[in-house]
């Protein structure tokens, strides 16, 4: 064994050979030649920095907009180099991939609930409710929930897929036969 960090030193320190360097070199000009070949198909996705606030107007980094531009998220166009596509308008490019589908996302109301909710419950993340438990905040939505819909309570699904795995399983476990 070396003593203390000699052995790190002889690891790090030492400059890299030209068997390593050329295998370097090799490496990059094959990684270099896959990533033409993705440009060249037109499958090459170049990222787009959003530099507003979530809406149905959002406003995109290098993006001028301007009639005519469409954006569409998973459509790839051959001629273009991106699978993104961006509708603009004078107010700015319309925004189809947000997953805020009423506009709520920036309404002043909506804010002010989530910093209240931010000040009461605080920013970390946890796990699902079965591993971490259940708040409070999850259940006093399940009884707004239930009074909305007229029922006796509701239950918070943290996904689409958990929803229609409780939805299926329950409806085989009531049916007949």
């Not at 070396?2 to 390593?20: I, S, T």
């Not at 689409?160 to 476990?173: H, I, M, T, V």
């Amino acid at each position: 064994m070396w003593p203390g960090n000699a052995w790190r030193a002889a690891l790090f320190w030492v400059p890299r050979g030209r068997r390593a360097q050329s295998a370097l070199a090799q490496l990059r000009g094959i990684l270099e030649g896959e990533l033409e070949g993705i440009r060249g198909a037109g499958t090459w996705k170049s990222e787009r920095v959003i530099t507003s606030r979530q809406g149905p107007h959002i406003r995109v980094d290098g993006v001028s907009g301007g009639p005519g531009t469409v954006i569409f998220p998973g459509l790839p166009l051959p001629h273009l180099s991106c699978c993104i596509h961006l509708l603009s308008f004078t107010s700015g490019i319309l925004n189809f991939c947000a997953n805020n589908y009423l506009g709520l996302s920036s309404h002043p109301e909506v804010i002010q609930a989530g910093l209240q909710a931010l000040e009461e419950f605080g920013a970390g993340l946890s796990s699902v409710r079965f591993i971490c438990g259940t708040q409070s905040i999850h259940k006093n939505l399940e009884a707004k929930i239930a009074r909305f819909h007229q029922r006796e309570d509701a239950i918070l699904y943290p996904s689409c897929y958990d929803a229609n795995a409780g939805l299926f399983e329950s409806r085989a476990l009531v049916q007949p036969g």
